[in-house]
């Protein structure tokens, strides 16, 4: 099963890339499909690359569901 999570962007990197953070763990992604993105966003990761961007009220309520239901997002990132 794939999920698409919530994740905060820490750092943009060179050729559409970026370090993003979910509960502590740090990966780098794509993401050439989301304009403007920049640091200290959130944007839904989906198999390595950012789809979407939304606020951090969103991202956490989505993140604390994901809890609820027994899905670590971090182990999904």
């Known amino acids: 099963m794939c999920l698409a999570i919530p994740v905060k962007v ?3 990197l060179a050729a559409d890339q970026a370090l993003v953070d979910v509960g ?6 794509d993401v050439s499909l989301v304009d403007g993105v920049q640091t200290g966003d959130y944007v839904i990761l989906h198999v390595g690359f950012a789809i ?3 606020d951090e009220t969103e991202a956490q309520k989505t993140l604390a569901m994901l809890r609820e ?3 670590s997002p971090e182990a999904a990132a």
């Open 24 to 29: 502590g763990v740090r990966k780098e992604v």
């Open 69 to 71: 239901m027994g899905v």
């Open 52 to 54: 979407n961007r939304l």
């Open 10 to 12: 820490i750092e943009l």
